[in-house]
């Protein structure tokens, strides 16, 4: 019943106020936001198909957290500062096992549960720093595994092609993050951007 309400709006640009017999002029911008498959809604009958092509616009799909673990570091680093500013403390820093252990989860509440567990560790933080101990167990128990980094070398296999190898190893175990890849091979982050490009890794 409300989904055909909010039709005739958008299609008239007319709305009745409560407790009024009049309609009235509106001039909107109708934004929408779903963590559900709205075809799939469609198809099951629980969402109007005339109002689903209605509002369907410009569409922006934003995937899981799993699903970009790249940003989980910028995430982490934004929410650190911001509740360490709202709770008077140092900003502290989170070492890399810690931040390892938030990016090899899965994150199925994804942004907002990030975001409880980052004000968390802010809160119990002690000597500006957050180690791999202030991560909740349940997220470092539920952390996919790093992976082996180690690089099988067969015979004719060359330097290069090691190389790349160890690179391609170190990006899997870090769950793509390049700052601590290069910390891990002990390069600098434009040599390993520069590696990235050199053997078309991304």
């Known amino acids: 019943e409300m989904q055909a309400k909010l039709l005739r709006v958008l299609e008239s640009g007319e709305v009745v106020r409560v407790g009024s017999n009049e309609s009235k002029r509106v001039d909107v911008r109708f934004i929408s936001a779903t963590n559900h498959e709205m075809e799939e809604q469609v198809k099951t ?8 092509f209605r509002i369907r616009g410009l569409e922006i799909r934003l995937p899981p957290l799993r699903e970009r673990r790249d940003d989980i570091p910028l995430l982490v680093r934004h929410y650190v500062g911001h509740f360490a500013q709202q709770m008077k403390k140092t900003v502290p820093a989170v070492d890399d096992d810690a931040m390892l252990a ?74 793509g993050n390049r700052e601590l890849t290069a910390r891990m091979l002990g390069i600098g982050e434009r040599t390993l951007y520069r590696k990235l490009k050199e053997y078309g890794l991304k």
Do not use: C
């Open 102 to 175: 938030l990016m090899r989860f899965d994150w199925p509440g994804n942004v907002r549960q990030l975001i409880n567990v980052v004000q968390n560790m802010v809160l119990v933080a002690e000597g500006g720093k957050i180690d791999i101990h202030l991560v909740p167990t349940e997220i470092r128990q539920g952390a996919q595994p790093a992976g082996e980094l180690g690089v099988e070398v067969p015979v004719g296999m060359s330097l290069e092609q090691i190389e790349k190898q160890a690179i391609r190893n170190a990006l899997r175990s870090n769950a």
């Open 45 to 52: 009958g629980r969402f109007r198909q005339d109002l689903y």
